[in-house]
C-alpha cells in the first residue's frame, strides 16, 4: 500500500473532520494528488486535486468554501480539511496520486489508498 489514509469517523451535519493520506516521498514530490469519494450507488467524485508544486487547485464545486486541500511537504502528507459537512457529503474518501491533474480528473489514478469513510447524519 502506497498510500494511507486516516481521519475518518462521523459526526453531525456542520461539523468538521480533517483527513490524511501519508505518501513515499518517491510519490508526493513528483505526482498531482487528490482526493476522491464515492458513496454507494453515486458515481464517484473528484473532491479536490493540486499538483506538487504550490499553485494549482481544484475543488468539486459542491466543496468550495468548506475544503481545502494542503500538502506538507516535510511530513509527505496531504491534508483534507472539511468544514461545514453536510450529509450528502458522506462517501468513502480515497486519497489518490497520478503524475499530473489532467491524469487525475480522467479518474487515472496511479495510485490510490484504500479509503476512509466519512459519514455525516443530520
Known amino acids: 500500500v502506497q498510500l494511507v489514509e486516516s481521519g475518518g469517523g462521523s459526526v453531525q451535519a456542520g461539523g468538521s473532520l480533517r483527513l490524511s493520506c501519508a505518501a513515499p516521498?518517491?510519490?508526493?514530490?513528483?505526482?498531482?494528488m487528490g482526493w476522491y469519494r464515492q458513496a454507494p450507488g453515486q458515481v464517484r467524485e473528484l473532491v479536490t486535486a493540486?499538483?506538487?508544486?504550490?499553485?494549482?487547485?481544484y475543488y468539486l464545486d459542491s466543496v468550495q468554501g468548506r475544503f481545502a486541500v494542503s500538502r506538507d511537504n516535510a511530513k509527505n502528507t496531504l491534508y483534507l480539511q472539511m468544514n461545514n459537512l453536510k450529509p450528502e457529503d458522506t462517501a468513502k474518501y480515497y486519497c489518490?496520486?497520478?503524475?499530473?491533474?489532467?491524469?487525475?480528473?480522467?479518474?487515472?489514478?496511479?495510485?490510490r489508498g484504500p479509503g476512509t469513510q466519512v459519514t455525516v447524519s443530520s
Open positions: 493540486v499538483i506538487s508544486i504550490a499553485g494549482s487547485e
Open positions: 516521498g518517491s510519490i508526493f514530490s513528483t505526482h498531482a
Open positions: 489518490v496520486a497520478s503524475p499530473t491533474l489532467s491524469l487525475l480528473h480522467a479518474y487515472e489514478f496511479h495510485y
